[in-house]
């Protein structure tokens, strides 16, 4: 299996702050590389996939990048609905697995 | 807008079969992928398996003794079965869009559309 593994597992941010969270794949998986959002109670919601390719209708202050086994999620100025936990997703094998999440909490 | 939505019941006893089904709205099943995802309470995210409209599937290697993912095109359904289910196996369930994108040349697989998930508690 590839293992992903979050840093950190979880932040305390304020609104407007850069916050940037990464994530180390356990071999090269290439730019095959998803991020997603998950707010309590609701499904995850796709932001990022190929590494640095925007989901449509998700705003652009959010940006991946990285290839190989390092990438990062950065969110530029953060707002108040952007805390949330988010996960990393690996699909250069089709063992698809995740990260453990990073928790992003009001400071 | 393509809508996904689980159904089955949300306690299971020891030993017996999980099942769930997901109805897909908004959009046809052929000519994509469908998965399942779990999360155990308070948990990370698990993938289980995919199934494409023709029927071929790929299961976790952890699970894919005691897992068969089906779909039926003329419901506009996939199901998920996992047998022999234990307390280890409590979570939420998700059934969700496995998409094929295109990078440049590279397809890369994505999940961009998920329900809404489903508990289920195994239990006596």
């Known amino acids: 299996d590839v293992q992903m593994t979050q840093s950190p597992s979880s932040l305390s941010a304020s609104v407007g702050d850069r916050v940037t969270i990464t994530c180390r794949a356990s071999?090269?998986?290439?730019?095959?590389l998803n991020w997603y959002q998950q707010k309590p109670g609701k499904a995850p919601k796709l932001l990022i996939y190929a590494a640095s390719s925007l989901q449509s209708g998700v705003p652009s202050r959010f940006s991946g990048s990285g290839s190989g086994t390092d990438f990062t999620l950065t969110i530029s100025s953060l707002q108040p609905e952007d805390f949330a936990t988010y996960y990393c997703q690996q699909s250069y094998s089709t063992l698809f697995t995740f990260g453990g999440g990073t928790k992003v909490e009001i400071k | 807008q393509v809508q996904l939505q689980e159904s089955g019941p949300g306690l299971v006893k020891p030993s017996e079969t999980l099942s769930l089904s997901c109805t897909v709205s908004?959009?046809?099943?052929?000519?994509?992928?469908w998965s399942w995802i779990r999360q155990p309470p308070g948990k990370g995210l698990e993938w289980i398996g995919y199934i494409y409209y023709s029927g071929s599937t790929n299961y976790n290697p952890s699970l894919k003794s005691r897992v068969t993912i089906s779909v039926d095109t003329s419901k506009n359904q996939f199901s998920l079965r996992l047998r022999s289910v234990t307390a280890a196996d409590t979570a939420l369930y998700y059934c969700?869009?496995?998409?094929?994108?295109?990078?440049?040349?590279?397809?890369?697989?994505?999940?961009?559309?998920w329900g809404q998930g489903t508990l289920v508690t195994v239990s006596s």
């Open positions: 908004g959009g046809s099943i052929s000519s994509y992928y």
């Open positions: 969700a869009r496995l998409r094929v994108g295109l990078v440049g040349t590279t397809g890369i697989y994505y999940f961009d559309y």
């Open positions: 071999q090269s998986i290439s730019n095959y």
